[in-house]
């Protein structure tokens, strides 16, 4: 990895802007991906606040940061090395509800409901 490393910044400006787009396109999917799961697990657990406006306010810049990279060609190279590192940020954020609190009450929830079964959540 260090050796890559090493090459892309050698070579930086010999690389096309095509594989820029593609690391910007895929960036966004995920970034899609994880606003669409933080959605659904939101209108699922209605009255459980699993995230708070930080999160979402991270996410929204992101997704500008990322439209702005792809539509403004001047803009791609500085754009996405930002743009790719605050999603693995709110990535962690997206897996806190899941692993702390959140994670106690719904073992509680599913406890009674019997051996392998998610019963009732």
Not at 10 to 18: A, H, N, Q, V, Y
Not at 88 to 94: I, V
């Amino acid at each position: 990895m260090p050796a890559l490393a090493v090459l892309l910044a050698l070579d930086w400006d010999r690389i096309g802007r095509t594989m820029f787009v593609m690391s910007i396109v895929t960036t966004a999917a995920f970034v899609a991906a994880l606003a669409y799961a933080s959605i659904r697990l939101r209108h699922y657990f209605a009255g459980v606040p699993l995230h708070g406006a930080a999160y979402w306010t991270l996410l929204a810049v992101t997704g500008i940061v990322l439209a702005v990279a792809l539509l403004t060609p001047a803009l791609t190279r500085a754009c996405l090395n930002a743009a790719s590192c605050w999603p693995s940020f709110r990535w962690r954020r997206f897996s806190v509800p899941l692993t702390g609190r959140w994670a106690a009450t719904a073992r509680g929830a599913t406890v009674g409901a019997g051996k392998g079964s998610l019963g009732a959540v």
